[in-house]
Structure formats: C-alpha cells, structure tokens
Nanobody
Framework: QVQLVESGGGSVQTGGSLRLSCAASGLTFSRAAVGWFRQASGREREFVSSLTMSTTARYAQFVRGRFTISRDNGKNTVYLQMNSLIPEDTAVYYC???????????????WGQGTQVTVSS
C-alpha cells in the first residue's frame, strides 16, 4: 500500500519561508516521479512543482524563483522549500507520486493527505 505523508506546513507572515516534506512508502521511490499540488479554499487543485526520476524539475509560473523542489532517494522523501511566501500561496499542499513514469501525470496516481500553509499579510 502506497502512503505519502506530508509535514512542515504552518502559518507564516508575508516574506517568510517554510519547507514541506513528504515521506513515501510502499513504492520504489527512486523510480517515481514526485511533486506537489495545492488547493486554495474555493479553488481547484493546481500544479505547483514536480521532479522526475532523473531530477529534472518543473515549476508553475507563479512559484518559479521562490520555490525549490528536491528529493532524497535514501530517505524516500521529497521536499518543497518555499521562500518569499505571499498570501496567495495560502492553500492545502498535497504531495503526489507516479511510479514508473518519466514525469508526474496531470492527475497523479498517489496522493498525500495534505498539509495547510497559511501566509498572512
């Protein structure tokens, strides 16, 4: 059974930083494309960032230059370092994974339960 468990969410002020972590189990992590989506209240879930098996990263335009995705295959963990946070980044952030794919699908197979990020002005 695949499990993705996020941590690291919280409340910060504008300009602050947070690092999200997602610990994976039940899949061959080194062969998985991983990434992050987010969903703000009243809005659809949207893509934030992904990282392929070969560590090629993609970012949504609205986080480029502020967020950095990384992975530690030895720890089966993917990270999202979020800097220069703004109130518009407030959302539930979800970890996602696809095993055996070059990159994360638009609707990934596996999802975490989500972690809340709140940015106040």
């Amino acid at each position: 059974q695949v499990q993705l468990v996020e941590s690291g969410g919280g409340s910060v002020q504008t300009g602050g930083s947070l690092r999200l972590s997602c610990a994976a189990s039940g899949l061959t992590f080194s062969r998985a494309a991983v990434g992050w989506f987010r969903q703000a209240s009243g809005r659809e879930r949207e893509f934030v960032s992904s990282l392929t098996m070969s560590t090629t990263a993609r970012y949504a335009q609205f986080v480029r230059g502020r967020f950095t995705i990384s992975r530690d295959n030895g720890k089966n963990t993917v990270y999202l370092q979020m800097n220069s946070l703004i109130p518009e980044d407030t959302a539930v952030y979800y970890c996602a994974a696809d095993e055996g794919r070059g990159d994360l699908a638009s609707t990934p197979t596996y999802w975490g339960q989500g972690t809340q990020v709140t940015v106040s002005s």
